[in-house]
């Protein structure tokens, strides 16, 4: 079974200086798995790391480093989290208190009944009261 990993995750496992244990297991189970992510995910990476690489964070092409090692990794774009951002979605954020892109995350795994990796509190805690499960 794969799971729905949101960029919080996918960021951390770019930066070696974020990189915890518990970053690394997701890891595992997401190359042996795949992900499912919302499609907002690779905008919101790329966008990551190019103000990283733009403020001198990372040094000059690290981005193309960073996205060579998810492509080792099925990685799935959910085709139906568009149609959902002015319905569900748009109502997770309000009954949650999310912003719509976390609410994009939880009304990803809650259709698709994965579990969710996130390590935004906010989205965790909406998460579990929502009865989706959590990683990390």
């Known amino acids: 079974m794969s799971l729905v990993l949101d960029s919080s995750v996918a960021l951390a496992y770019c930066f070696d200086e974020e990189i915890t244990p518990q970053i690394l297991a997701t890891f595992d189970r997401v190359i042996d ?10 905008y919101e990476v790329a966008n990551v790391l190019a103000l990283a690489e733009r403020r001198g964070r990372v040094t000059l092409g690290f981005p193309k480093i960073a996205f060579d090692r998810f492509e080792k ?26 912003t719509v892109y976390d609410a994009a ?12 990796a996130t390590l935004d509190a906010a989205l965790a805690q909406a998460a579990r009261v929502a009865g989706v499960e959590t990683l990390i």
């Open 33 to 42: 798995e795949g992900i499912v992510v919302p499609s907002l995910w690779r």
């Open 73 to 98: 990794i099925s990685i799935v774009l959910d085709e139906e989290s568009d149609e959902q951002a002015w319905t569900t979605t748009i109502r997770l954020a309000a009954l949650y208190n999310l």
């Open 105 to 116: 995350y939880l009304e990803l795994a809650q259709r698709r009944r994965l579990p969710l």
